[in-house]
């Protein structure tokens, strides 16, 4: 690995804050500083980690930031869920990001049981 945008898992992760960017912007306003603000904050969270532990000293960082990502990922999955479950946004695919969501929890840990070694 050269640096950590060559690692799948970010690449990925950075797609599913776009996607998060779009449904958070079909909410309603009233959710602008509620289920948005958590949404994005945990999305950002997780490409964030990962770039910041691979550029920490060592290896126990590293998996330390990777479980943040982890723990961010399984929070904005949570959130994905009660937004489909509370609105009916028209045109937004909540099974493509939930799957994109599940996809990189396991990248994360396996990722982190690679590490663990």
Known sequence: MRTYKDLTVWQKSMELV???YKITRELPKSE?????SQMQRAAVSIPSAIAEGARRNHKTEYIQFLGIANGSAAELETQLILAQKIY???GVDFKKVL???????????????????
């Open 99 to 117: 799957d994109l969501t599940e996809e990189i929890l396991k990248m994360l840990y396996s990722l982190i049981k690679s590490l663990s070694r």
């Open 32 to 36: 602008t500083f509620g289920l948005s």
């Open 88 to 90: 009916k946004i028209n």
């Open 18 to 20: 776009g996607e998060v």
